[in-house]
């Protein structure tokens, strides 16, 4: 699921903000990006972030502003000292102009040295209020998004129980028109008057036994109530795909046993349904 959070604080002129972003993915990849000298406290951060989003594919960015935060600055004279030393002799030995030795000494190494101080206690306390806030944030957003997918989910179980209602309505017709085609067809090979018709009526029966469709309807029936159910578990996303699957299982043997072209469309409708709810399915933990 998508989540974005962000917060920012400030101490003794220091600004810290810190961005979560997340998007959906089957593991847990964190992407972590911050000043080195908070890096002792990564192992904190992803265990915390962990906890509370589980997975998904998420960037966490801290990053920090003004002149308190930039780093102290030293100058060792005597390392320039023995670099100019030897610089100049070897211009004097090879007659070349000496004009831009400075710039020359201040790109050497250890010249100029750079060292950032470490945060303090106090600082760390600031920086993980602002990572509560940030994660508080993320996830917060998360569940927003899942409550408008919950209702979208409830939505769609609700038409295909709609429309495995309205399958009833055709029952009647269905038997009946199954009935005449086989009499009609059978006519076309074998005198009426020559059929032994209750040999007739005990395959008729057998035939319409193989393609009745009330267990497959009480199943799906079944299986809708449980999706609905199963909802207000916590990190149900994989548990919710397996039961689609039963669905699909049940509204694809429907299909192919109606033999009526209404319950037909009525289960393309279902089909159809299904798929948009597989579809944001992969969106959920």
């Given amino acids: 699921m998508t989540g974005f959070g962000k917060a920012t604080k400030e101490i003794a002129g220091k600004k810290i903000t810190i961005e979560i972003r997340s998007i959906n993915s089957k593991q847990f990849d964190l992407n972590l990006r911050m000043p080195s000298s908070y890096r002792e406290k990564e192992s904190d951060i992803r265990k915390e972030i962990l906890s509370t989003l589980?997975?998904?594919?998420?960037?966490?960015?801290?990053?920090?502003?003004?002149?308190?935060?930039?780093?102290?600055v030293s100058l060792?004279?005597?390392?320039?000292?023995?670099?100019?030393?030897?610089?100049?002799?070897?211009?004097?030995?090879?007659?070349?102009?000496?004009?831009?030795?400075?710039?020359?000494?201040?790109?050497?190494?250890?010249?100029?040295?750079?060292?950032?101080?470490?945060?303090?206690?106090?600082e760390w306390e600031v920086v993980k209020s602002a990572f509560t806030e940030a994660?508080?944030?993320?996830?917060?957003?998360?569940?927003?998004?899942?409550?408008?997918?919950?209702?979208?989910?409830?939505?769609?179980?609700?038409?295909?129980?709609?429309?495995?209602?309205?399958?009833?309505e055709f029952e009647s017709e269905r038997i009946e028109t199954i009935k005449t085609r086989i009499s009609g067809n059978l006519a076309e090979v074998i005198p009426t008057d020559k059929t032994d018709k209750n040999r007739f009526e005990q395959e008729l029966i057998y035939y319409l036994e193989k393609i009745d469709i009330t267990e497959e309807k009480l199943r799906l029936k079944t299986h809708c109530d449980y999706f609905i159910t199963t909802m207000k578990e916590n990190s149900a996303g994989?548990?919710?795909?397996?039961?689609?699957?039963?669905?699909?299982?049940?509204?694809?043997t429907?299909?192919?046993?109606?033999?009526?072209?209404?319950?037909?469309?009525?289960?393309?409708?279902?089909?159809?349904?299904?798929?948009?709810?597989?579809?944001?399915?992969?969106?959920?933990?």
């Fill in 135 to 168: 994660l508080t944030a993320a996830n917060n957003f998360r569940v927003a998004e899942g409550k408008e997918l919950e209702k979208d989910f409830k939505m769609r179980i609700g038409t295909i129980t709609d429309l495995l209602e309205k399958i009833k």
């Fill in 54 to 72: 589980e997975r998904g594919k998420i960037d966490f960015l801290l990053f920090t502003e003004a002149a308190a935060a930039l780093k102290k």
């Fill in 76 to 122: 060792d004279k005597e390392v320039a000292k023995a670099y100019y030393h030897e610089i100049k002799s070897l211009s004097d030995e090879l007659n070349l102009d000496q004009k831009d030795i400075l710039t020359a000494l201040l790109k050497l190494p250890d010249v100029i040295s750079a060292e950032r101080e470490e945060p303090d206690e106090n």
């Fill in 238 to 252: 994989r548990k919710l795909g397996f039961i689609t699957q039963e669905i699909g299982r049940e509204i694809n």
């Fill in 254 to 285: 429907i299909g192919s046993k109606a033999n009526h072209a209404e319950i037909q469309h009525l289960v393309v409708q279902m089909k159809d349904e299904l798929e948009k709810i597989k579809e944001q399915l992969l969106n959920i933990l």
